[in-house]
């Protein structure tokens, strides 16, 4: 199996095609050179794509512009990169007939930040996007070209992945109760969305293992300690213990019930396997 991984050299796309390699061969594409990308070239060129596409079995897309590029990059170019690059791909796996397309998108879509709460908001994939910027807005966009593809017969899975980029230890761990994921369990989700026995189009959420349940989520906005305690006993200790500042709320719970149930999808580096890690 040859599959193609789009955005090789970055944070994720190299994570992924670690992992895929494991399983398949890799066709790593990305502007800049990287341990896991074999074609330096741009998902805006046609041309280049036309040769690579049709000897994959597989594509997954993660070459995008990216929430830290808001602001410096102007908004036109994420819609050439996010949108019409994904375009290009797409028609050609459906030309081509290529097996599997996995997209790379991002649960900010859900636009959990700007939401009125009176709870943490419990976010499954039956939550309407609420898109804040222009990186959410051309994700959204490039998921609609996704699921026109799925009618087209190309079998489509989108993975909005939560936080994953580097940040204080402090933060990391907490994020992982709710709102974080590891790199390499965002390549294991992408692999399963390659491997997995699906048709048509369909969206999952990836993330860590949160503990909580939907009855937490009044507590959680609150005063999330006494849940999180309830669930991991001396949590709030070792966090004094090691002198981390204690958030004082969680204002989201990023649900991955959908990802388990279909793809088998399993994170390893969650809350629990995190704090075990400081003694």
């Given amino acids: 199996m040859r599959i193609l991984v789009t955005g090789s050299s970055g944070n994720i796309g190299s994570a992924v095609a670690e992992h895929i390699s494991h399983h398949a061969e890799v066709i790593g594409l990305d502007v800049r050179p990287g341990e896991f990308t074999t074609q330096v070239g741009s998902i805006e060129d046609v041309v280049e794509l036309e040769k690579i596409v049709p000897s994959v079995d597989g594509?997954?897309?993660c070459a995008a512009f990216l929430t830290p590029h808001v602001g410096s990059v102007p908004d036109q170019r994420f819609v050439d990169v996010n949108v019409h690059g994904t375009e290009n791909l797409?028609?050609?796996?459906?030309?081509?007939?290529?097996?599997?397309?996995?997209?790379?998108?991002?649960?900010?879509?859900y636009g959990c930040s700007t939401?009125?709460?009176?709870?943490?908001?419990?976010?499954?994939?039956?939550?309407?996007?609420?898109?804040?910027?222009?990186?959410?807005?051309?994700k959204l966009q490039a998921e609609a070209l996704c699921a026109n593809a799925a009618q087209s017969g190309l079998t489509v899975a989108v993975m909005r992945m939560s936080r994953c980029f580097p940040e204080p230890d402090h933060l990391m761990a907490f994020y992982r109760l709710y709102r974080g994921v590891n790199r390499m369990d965002v390549a294991q989700a992408h692999w399963l969305g390659i491997s997995a026995d699906l048709t048509g189009f369909d969206v999952f959420n990836i993330?860590?293992?949160?503990?909580?349940?939907?009855?937490?989520?009044?507590?959680?906005?609150?005063?999330?300690?006494?849940?999180?305690?309830?669930y991991f006993p001396e949590s709030q200790a070792k966090f004094d213990q090691l002198g981390w500042e204690k958030p004082k709320s969680i204002d989201r719970v990023y649900v991955i019930d959908k990802a388990k149930k279909i793809l088998g999808y399993s994170p390893k580096e969650n809350f629990a396997e995190i704090m075990k890690t400081y003694v």
């Fill in 59 to 61: 594509i997954i897309h």
């Fill in 90 to 109: 797409l028609n050609l796996a459906v030309k081509h007939g290529v097996g599997r397309f996995v997209f790379t998108s991002t649960t900010s879509v």
């Fill in 115 to 138: 939401r009125p709460k009176t709870e943490a908001v419990w976010v499954n994939e039956e939550l309407e996007p609420n898109s804040e910027d222009i990186y959410d807005q051309t």
């Fill in 207 to 230: 993330s860590s293992d949160s503990p909580f349940q939907p009855s937490d989520c009044s507590d959680l906005l609150s005063d999330p300690w006494p849940v999180v305690n309830r």
